[in-house]
């Protein structure tokens, strides 16, 4: 019997595919895809262009105002969600692909879906070099979406319309893989997009994608169950992985019932809540004392779903006993064998309860728990210090979150990427329910704060979100202000303004260095702006004010969560001051020569960190 067909271009073909991916989510079945975001330009917007607004009313199209922000939005959407859901983008060839090059590498470094369909080229070349194209003087083949390929786990290049099926097949795996996921970048050669082929309806069928849940290697349970057994002084790491495999609730369980002390990464901050007795909170570079305290002693570390990036182990200094063993709990063989870690390969759920019932009657010695949960409560007593108000001229960030914090519901999100925030509230922030605390840490990309505040309400819009964000990356991007007026995705944006960027200031000193090109002050200059960024903010449709002290800050929070549309409040904050309690080395190299004692100093106390590690 014939095979059944349906002639369509690549483009609608595409769009249908992407309509008939489902998943289930607390028992309902949803689209796969919430949507696809999309600028238009020549390169997509009479291929694929046509298909979306065909199928309009079942895959929605939503518009923004910069390629790369709507794409932080897909991001921000897909981690919110857990990576249970995601979303697509699409722009024409040139600049609007080239603009996503920058958010495909966020996704990339996190782990998290985002499929990418840039506009490409003509296949047939005929009319090369078309408007906005690379050309390559010595192969043929290379276009501006060549620049996906290190930031993408897979790509391809769509030249005849029948690649789509084994193109998307591939894409799709990648995209709901735990151990592969990431973004995807199909590049859609303008013509090829409107090309017709005869596709089989099988192509179209309803798929629902569920997590795989990768049970331990029997082996690998064995032996890491040997190690904690025989730990002294056990730690669990909980990363980002927690969180995508929902293992929160499993997470509690093991530290309870074994009586193991947790610390969260910038990723896995909220996997288990403030008021947990074995929270110690955030590990590193940016750490709590309490945290890093009992990295320093511990003897065996359970790193669960983390990357073990340079701020979480200090720059591989921070577990500081020299027999400590590191289990990689990870769904992915190359993070978990990192550090030389005994590795356990296995969703960080499956996992979990897998070690809890291998260890079942096993604790940790009640003096190591104990002395933690006293660290614990030091830290916090510590911690009220600074983000408690004062009677400075300026306040410092810290206490500008303690003013959000002191507004904020345990339902709530707090959200932001880069700059000083981030440190301050990864070791102040006091999360509650999973998923209220939103840090792009991983490559840390001044621009996401209010892009991806977008996408977070957008996955859940019942939640507040509140988007903290400094100057300048507020400065960076900020158009996506309008779009979320625009849907009627309410935000409440907090923008701390130092006048400049205090965080890399502060570094740079540190470093030796003289305070230069970072705040607006130490730059060229014939005059010094004066940014009224409320009243920008209000000429995208924002209701805004600026605000002169802590105490009008709370108020215009609190007003803030009743308007329905988005707020922003801007506060002016100290460039100078960070939370100086807490934390850890972090090996940023400083120059071996220089005219400047401070360099010098700096150079001679680098090198004894330096050894100190090594």
Request: with cysteine; aromatic share 6%; glycine share 8%.
């Amino acid at each position: 019997m014939a095979m059944s067909t349906i002639r369509l271009t690549m483009a609608q073909a595409l769009v249908r595919a992407l309509a008939a991916q489902k998943t289930v989510v607390d028992g309902a079945t949803l689209p796969l895809f919430a949507g696809v975001w999309a600028i238009f330009g020549h390169g997509n917007v009479a291929g694929l262009g046509e298909a979306l607004y065909g199928l309009r009313d079942v895959m929605p199209t939503f518009r923004a105002h910069n390629e790369q922000a709507m794409a932080h939005a897909a991001i921000a959407f897909a981690k919110a969600s857990r990576r249970r859901r995601m979303m697509a983008v699409t722009s024409s060839i040139g600049p609007g692909a080239t603009n996503m090059v920058t958010a495909a590498a966020v996704a990339h470094v996190n782990r998290l879906p985002l499929l990418l369909l840039p506009g490409d080229v003509f296949a047939g070349r005929r009319p090369d070099p078309v408007l906005q194209q690379i050309e390559d003087f010595g192969d043929g083949t290379v276009s501006a979406n060549d620049c996906f390929k290190p930031v993408s786990r897979y790509f391809d290049r769509l030249t005849r319309p029948e690649q789509l099926i084994p193109a998307f097949e591939r894409a799709m795996q990648v995209l709901t893989d735990p151990a592969e996921c990431g973004p995807v970048t199909l590049a859609l050669c303008q013509d090829v997009q409107t090309e017709a082929y005869d596709y089989p309806e099988s192509f179209f069928a309803e798929r629902i994608w569920t997590p795989r849940r990768q049970r331990p290697d029997v082996n690998e349970l064995a032996q890491a169950v040997a190690l904690l057994k025989a730990a002294k002084r056990p730690l669990v790491v909980a990363g980002g992985g927690v969180l995508y495999s929902e293992a929160e609730a499993e997470l509690a369980r093991f530290c309870q019932e074994h009586g193991v002390p947790a610390a969260e990464t910038q990723a896995g901050k909220s996997a288990l809540p403030h008021e947990h007795p074995l929270n110690l909170g955030a590990i590193g570079v940016t750490g709590t004392a309490a945290a890093n305290e009992a990295a320093r002693q511990a003897d065996v570390v359970l790193a669960v779903g983390t990357r073990l990036q340079d701020f979480t182990t200090g720059s591989r200094a921070l577990f500081a006993d020299p027999g400590c063993r590191i289990i990689g709990l990870n769904t992915q063989a190359f993070d978990a064998g990192k550090h030389g870690a005994q590795p356990l390969l296995a969703d960080a759920r499956a996992g979990l309860g897998e070690l809890k019932t291998s260890l079942a009657g096993w604790r940790a010695p009640a003096a190591w728990s104990e002395a933690m949960q006293v660290a614990r409560t030091a830290w916090f007593a510590t911690a009220a210090r600074y983000t408690a108000p004062g009677n400075e001229p300026l306040p410092s960030d810290a206490q500008v979150i303690g003013a959000v914090q002191r507004q904020s519901l345990p339902s709530d999100v707090v959200l932001c990427a880069a700059g000083g925030l981030p440190g301050e509230l990864h070791k102040l922030w006091q999360a509650g329910a999973a998923g209220g605390y939103h840090m792009e840490y991983g490559y840390s990309c001044m621009g996401y704060e209010i892009a991806g505040g977008l996408g977070a309400k957008l996955a859940d819009p019942a939640r507040e979100v509140f988007v903290m964000v400094g100057d300048g990356s507020y400065l960076m991007m900020n158009s996506e202000i309008a779009t979320s007026v625009m849907l009627g995705l309410k935000l409440t944006i907090v923008v701390l303004d130092n006048r400049g960027f205090g965080c890399i200031n502060r570094l740079q000193n540190a470093t030796g260095g003289a305070s230069f090109n970072n705040l607006l002050r130490d730059t060229r200059h014939e005059t010094l702006p004066s940014i009224d960024f409320a009243a920008h903010a209000a000429s995208m449709g924002a209701i805004s004010r600026k605000v002169a002290s802590l105490s009008e800050l709370e108020g215009a929070l609190a007003e803030a969560r009743h308007h329905e549309r988005t707020s922003v409040v801007v506060i002016d904050t100290d460039p100078l001051v960070s939370t100086d309690a807490g934390g850890h080395w972090w090996d940023v190299a400083v120059p071996e020569v220089s005219v400047r004692d401070e360099v010098k100093a700096a150079r001679q106390r680098y090198e004894h960190a330096l050894q100190a590690r090594d």
